[in-house]
């Protein structure tokens, strides 16, 4: 069966500025193109699904044409004259999949000779590797499948590079079986995690400019209203049918145009690829008179903030129901800063429920029972890559309808006022609550729990028997919990570009609790700091080691990969965003920190670091894949690697990609 339908970016009005004639203009959120197991048969050129049997629930394999192409597009009104995108589009198709399904992409690149420089690759053939490019899968716990002599690999490898007039199928089955105690859950086994995810090209030194081009979509494991759950199961079905889910792609981009927003009807613009963070700087204009944009001292550089592709739009929640907004950072480098704020009182912000953070429900540090109501907070720091679902009430009785604003605050990235990057204030939709009946008492909204199956791990995966018997030649070897070590991981500011050290770290003591700064590198263990590029004989990471002076690189053992204490540590001058493939982590506790020997008073915990005003949220553990990491500041994360599905080579990195593409990326190797 076939399931996409058109994106409709090409067909939406004009946008007015943030005024009251505005809150009945501005158009509806734009629907997203959508390719899904669970939409009615049909067939078309974007994708197609075949059911393994005629049974609802039997796996589906869904089959994604992604071509990459150099081109114009049309946001907010502008046609923009060429952007390297997909399928001729600033969006890629919705994906809904659920676990036990084959994600099958068949990527094209159709690239043409770029018109604009993107930025550097690494290596030889700089011209050339402006037309190539690759796919990641973001968030997803799935295998790598990495390449061979003769193979590209075909699961989420980010080594992959596919040049102009090449293609490769890609092959990502979805997991039914993790590990429970990847998410410190009780023995047995979960399927994927059910929630928000995106696929975005991964390129690196030119991704940050492919990304805000429009090469990157949503993908969603399970149902979109599937967080939506209730004390029990009558609760849940009255929830979700009285619930309204809407999508909402967050992305910037930076053009040229003679047009200013307000008149943007098929208007000729320029894109510049290299993202000026300062270009709002200085101006004078309020966030109530940015209505999805922003510009300087030059008028026609303008600076749209859309959503869906779109400038300031309305979401509509109908009386009597309520929303769930599924939100996605997939801008290059922009931090939003998310709060809902009553129109005519702006300074008061409206708290909202939260049932996931990058893809997965947060669980109870118990691990048993049923799942408790959900957390509310105030404002949500969504950095690069970060996702969440956030549910917005209008089930009580209001005889007036309520106009809110969801805007992005604003952010200053540097330790201090002279250092890091200035992320405007911007209004990014307007969010009508019709006038509503009721009821008086509503329904409490439950954090989705998820179902352990009583089944024990492969034996081949957690028994010392199996682990490799000789550690492969390029491999720094892994953590000894018995000696309280963990690993840290160093961002470093250079010259001419960032860079990575790695070590692992142990107490003077095997006894007492002791300072980060009084642990020492346990020897042949630091690497760098040195960028990506330092990894790299002939363009690919030298796994071996094999070249002259070529570093040995992380690698972590699924025999010792549960409970590992990492520690990110940026004595640079701005804020980052951590990032790892092919799994979650979470913040440590005081008790994980002890265990490794570090003196929980020397260091600040913050289990809801992207929320302001958390309630709710002190029994949780609040999963993640991206995390900010403040100027002069340390995190300390627990991350387990258990499942098979980790094995392999991936990266982790630095999710503002302007900081990847200057080398803060490193690559780590997971073994059994």
Sequence with gaps: MVVFRPLCLFLCIDVFAFTAAAAQTSPPVPQLGTCSVFLPNGRNGFCSVELSSPAPDAP???????????????????????????NGAYIGPLVELRPGDLFKVRFLNALAPAGVRLGHHHGAGQAAAQDSTNLHTH???????????????????????????????????????????????PAGIIPHPSGLYWYHAHLHGISAAQLSG???????????????????????????????VAHLLLRDIQITSTTSPDKANGSPALWTPFADPALCSGSTVAAADRPGFCTGSDSQKIWLFTVNGERFPTVAVHSGKNQLLRIANTSASVSY??????????????????????????????????????????????????????????????????HLVLRTEGLHTGGDASSGDDWPEVNLAQVELEPSAGPAVASSVNLAKQLVQAESQPKKLNDPAVALAVLPPGCIRDIDVSKREHRRITFSQQASNWAIRTQIVHPPDLVGLFTPQQFQASDGTSVGPIPF??????????????????????????????????????PTAELHNFHIHQSKFRMATPDDLRRYGVD????????????????????????????????????????????????????????ILEHEDEGLMAPVEVIP
């Design 214 to 244: 429009g090469m990157s979509g949503l993908l969603s494991i399970g149902r979109a209203d599937q967080n939506v759950v209730g004390p029990d199961d009558s609760a849940t079905a009255a929830l979700r049918a009285s619930i309204d």
């Design 337 to 402: 800063v998310l709060s809902l704020f009553e129109r005519d009182a702006p300074g008061v912000r409206l708290p909202f429920e939260l049932l996931s953070v990058d893809g997965v429900v947060p669980t109870t540090k118990s691990g048993a029972g049923a799942g408790p109501i959900a957390p509310t907070a105030e404002s949500l720091l969504l950095m690069p890559a970060g996702r969440a679902e956030i549910y917005i009430r209008n089930d009580q009785p209001s005889a007036n309808a309520r």
């Design 139 to 185: 968030g997803l716990i799935v295998p790598a499948n990495n390449g061979t002599a003769t193979s590209k690999g075909d699961g989420d490898n980010v080594f992959a590079l596919i040049g102009r007039g090449q293609s490769l199928d890609y092959n990502i089955k979805i997991p039914t079986a993790l590990p429970a105690t990847i998410l410190d859950l």
């Design 533 to 570: 590029e330092r990894y790299l004989k002939d363009d690919v990471v030298d796994w071996d080691a094999t070249s002259l002076g070529a570093p040995k690189h992380v690698c972590v053992s699924l025999r010792t990969g549960h409970g590992q204490l990492w520690e990110i540590f940026n």
């Design 60 to 86: 589906a394999t869904l089959t994604l044409n992604l071509t990459a192409t150099a081109g114009p597009i049309v946001v907010a009104g502008y046609k923009i004259a060429e952007t390297q995108n997909y």
């Design 600 to 655: 929980p008073q020397s260091v600040v915990t913050n289990s809801t670091i992207k929320l302001a005003n958390a309630k709710g949220a002190d029994d949780l553990y609040i999963w993640h894949d991206t995390i900010p990491v403040q100027a002069n500041k340390r995190e300390f994360i627990i991350i387990n690697f258990e499942a098979e599905e980790q094995l392999g080579r991936f990266v982790f990195h630095c999710h």
